[in-house]
């Protein structure tokens, strides 16, 4: 019942505190919102809905970590090292167990910039072989935007390369939990991972689900890849517990209607319009009011629109 409780309770949160209009819901503190115990022993600090700002200090994903008895997992090393920083120090609020390993879900800055922080403390970072090669390319380019954005708040931050890589899938235990991470499949972009605690039923998803937030589709992703991953290797799992790469924990049936369902409604609003000749300026304006509600839709619907259009005419 207390697992239920908490789970209750955040879902329910969101439904309040999910607004990308909300600039900061912890002021005290770099971080955008303040760690909750999603389960017993996985906490996370939910990241704001909107893109990067200096308001949010670049925390628009979710920075979470597990406390295994023997040490600490983090998954995601935040923007910059203030943010890892502040992180840090809401783990040791917790606990005074060592953080043993950083994970980064993808080769993005808010889930890589923050390594150099864990990385001058001697903790292990793992990370995709392509997400990897994403920060190698395009570290510096990446650490620059937000540097703009951040200005002051980037100080200190430096790219550092993970240093343990992985291909399909990488095991690893501590103290008496055994975490399953996994690269199930092309998904919203190279080297999207997901964290599987088959003991708990607890994913902890990244960036394949979405469900506050419209999922973003890019130049390089392949939506019919991200539906097939998600049919053949994600929803099989049928986790209990998600915690997405952005907005608040929920459970597979509401990630499944938002970025499952909203790929293949989508797909299939541009294949009716390619079958009846239309071209790529008409592709932007294909009906999406389905999916008004999402955070980021006026940002993201028409560039997805767009990017699939490009994806399908040449299926």
């Not at 994403?134 to 951040?150: A, K, S, T």
């Not at 975490?179 to 997901?194: C, R, S, Y």
């Not at 932007?284 to 005419?313: I, P």
Request: charged share 20%; proline share 5%.
């Amino acid at each position: 019942m207390i697992i239920r409780l908490s789970i209750l309770s955040v879902c329910v949160a969101s439904s309040l505190w999910a607004s990308e209009d909300i600039a900061d819901q912890y002021p005290q503190s770099e971080l955008y919102s303040k760690p909750v115990e999603v389960i017993p022993h996985v906490f996370s600090a939910i990241g704001a809905t909107a893109p990067p700002t200096y308001e949010n200090s670049g925390h628009n994903n979710n920075l979470s970590f597990v406390v295994t008895g023997d040490g600490v997992v983090v998954i995601n090393g935040g923007a910059s090292v203030r943010l890892a920083q502040a992180l840090h120090d809401e783990i040791r609020a917790v606990t005074d167990q060592p953080v043993k390993l950083v994970i980064n879900e993808n080769g993005q800055g808010h889930a890589m910039l923050g390594n150099s922080y864990w990385a001058a403390l001697g903790v292990d970072i793992l990370a995709h072989e392509e997400a990897i090669h994403e920060i190698q390319e395009n570290g510096d380019f990446i650490l620059q935007g937000m540097q703009r954005y951040n200005r002051d708040k980037a100080e200190g931050t430096t790219v550092a390369v993970p240093n343990i890589s992985f291909s399909d899938r990488y095991e690893y235990s501590l103290g008496d939990v055994t975490f399953e991470i996994l690269h199930l499949g092309p998904a919203h972009g190279p080297g999207d991972t997901q964290v599987w605690i088959p003991q708990w039923s607890m994913m902890i998803a990244g960036d394949i689900a979405f469900h506050e937030r419209m999922p973003p589709i890019f130049a390089d992703t392949c939506s019919s890849c991200w539906i097939e991953t998600w049919e053949t290797g994600f929803a099989p799992l049928n986790p209990t517990y998600i915690i997405p790469g952005h907005g608040h924990p929920t459970n597979l049936a509401q990630v499944t209607r938002y970025t499952h369902d909203y790929l293949v409604d989508l797909r299939e609003k541009i294949g009716a319009h390619i079958d009846a000749g239309g071209d790529l300026a008409g592709a932007y304006y294909v009906d999406q009011d389905r999916w008004r509600n999402l955070d980021t839709f006026e940002e993201l619907a028409t560039k997805n629109a767009g990017r699939v259009f490009e994806e399908m005419e040449w299926e």
